[in-house]
């Protein structure tokens, strides 16, 4: 729905971080697709693009698109189409005025580089305009970031997951659904796939309302064809919660995304968390990672599993956590020096073929 309040908007906590890891993995994205002898071209979409600068003349996310572009590949000859919806005139008038103001000259000629942005709602526009770039059939970046306040078509997300080469990333607001769990109608049922069973969370426990929702939504993603999802929360200080959603059928494309959240400069104000950590602890240093969430998730790993190696917990970090791989090896140690866990050759040397268990001393189980 259109901006209620003036346009552009002052920048707040949660954009800001958004923001940061979008351009980190923007960097990668174009380079790794245009690259790609597979396909001659790549897009890149927004269903709700904001007027592309903020109060204080900061980039908005179009801006910063189109810049990561202009910087890493412009000068490949595959072409790259820009999309970007948005159904408040407002913001299109001045996404239009931006974009002309901060590329005078464009990147590339418009036949290698088309540009396009029109007013309307993205569960009506988006995917009619994607055909009439001729993007189908090729490498589709969605962005499709409402905070879960307006719809994204189900259908739509099971289109771009079936495209060839393309992925989603989607903000998620569960505040939206607790609240008005009982008010909306089969539009907020069709946001999951028409699947109803995150109604059941209006007989949750509070503290259990947000979780069962991201996880009804994640397993919709799931059921509409990505293979591999990152999701984690943003925390702003007044304990505000965001969920990004990342989706792709691509290891590669994961394990860029998932560098990008742990490359991110520091923003002040915003915590990120790992939505499956029992404590829900915030990770508020990324150059030197808070990695006791990833202990306790371990942990629970083996008490479900039984002995496991290594790098199958390695993976479990990639596919299921915030955590990369790499984190691994120096969360296990902790579960090892308190006596919750054993490696089965009775050392404390932890390598990738070495397996782990839990002893039967469970006291000392959580981490600290």
């Not at 790549?42 to 179009?62: K, L, N, V």
């Not at 299109?92 to 309307?120: C, E, H, I, S, Y």
């Not at 998730?297 to 790098?311: F, M, S």
Request: charged share 25%; aromatic share 10%; glycine share 8%.
């Amino acid at each position: 729905m259109p901006v209620d309040g003036p346009v552009p908007w002052q920048l707040v906590e949660h954009t800001a971080a958004k923001h940061n890891i979008y351009r980190r993995y923007l960097h990668r994205w174009f380079p790794i697709i245009l690259s790609n002898d597979s396909w001659n071209e790549a897009t890149y979409a927004e269903g709700f693009s904001g007027p592309g600068i903020y109060a204080g003349g900061e980039d908005g996310s179009p801006i910063i698109a189109v810049r990561a572009f202009a910087e890493e590949v412009s000068n490949l000859s595959k072409k790259a189409n820009f999309l970007f919806i948005d159904d408040d005139q407002r913001c299109v008038t001045m996404l239009t005025d931006q974009l002309t103001r901060v590329f005078p000259q464009r990147p590339r000629n418009p036949g290698l580089m088309p540009v396009a942005v029109r007013k309307g709602k993205c569960e009506d526009l988006l995917e009619l305009e994607l055909g009439k770039l001729g993007a189908w059939g090729s490498p589709i970046l969605a962005v499709l970031d409402s905070w879960g306040n307006a719809p994204v078509p189900y259908g739509l997300l099971q289109r771009i997951a079936n495209n060839p080469g393309s992925e989603v990333i989607v903000t998620f607001k569960p505040q939206h659904f607790v609240r008005f769990v009982d008010d909306l109608g089969d539009a907020a049922d069709d946001v999951f796939g028409g699947d109803r069973t995150w109604r059941q969370a209006s007989v949750l426990p509070s503290s259990e309302k947000r979780q069962f929702i991201l996880t009804c939504y994640r397993n919709a993603l799931e059921t509409a064809g990505f293979r591999y999802l990152l999701d984690f929360e943003l925390v702003d200080r007044r304990g505000d919660t965001l969920y990004l959603v990342f989706g792709t059928n691509h290891r590669l494309g994961l394990e860029k995304m998932k560098d990008s959240l742990w490359e991110v400069d520091k923003v002040f104000g915003i915590g990120f968390r790992d939505p499956r950590d029992s404590q829900l602890e915030t990770l508020f240093e990324f150059t030197d990672p808070e990695l006791s969430p990833l202990s306790r998730l371990l942990r629970d790993r083996l008490r479900t599993h039984g002995p496991t190696r290594v790098e199958t917990l390695r993976k479990f970090a990639l596919f299921d956590t915030v955590f990369r791989p790499q984190h691994v090896i120096d969360a296990l140690p902790p579960l090892v020096h308190s006596g919750a866990a054993e490696l089965g050759d009775g050392t404390r040397q932890i390598r990738r073929g070495s397996v782990i268990q839990l002893t039967t001393n469970t006291q000392h189980a959580t981490p600290r």
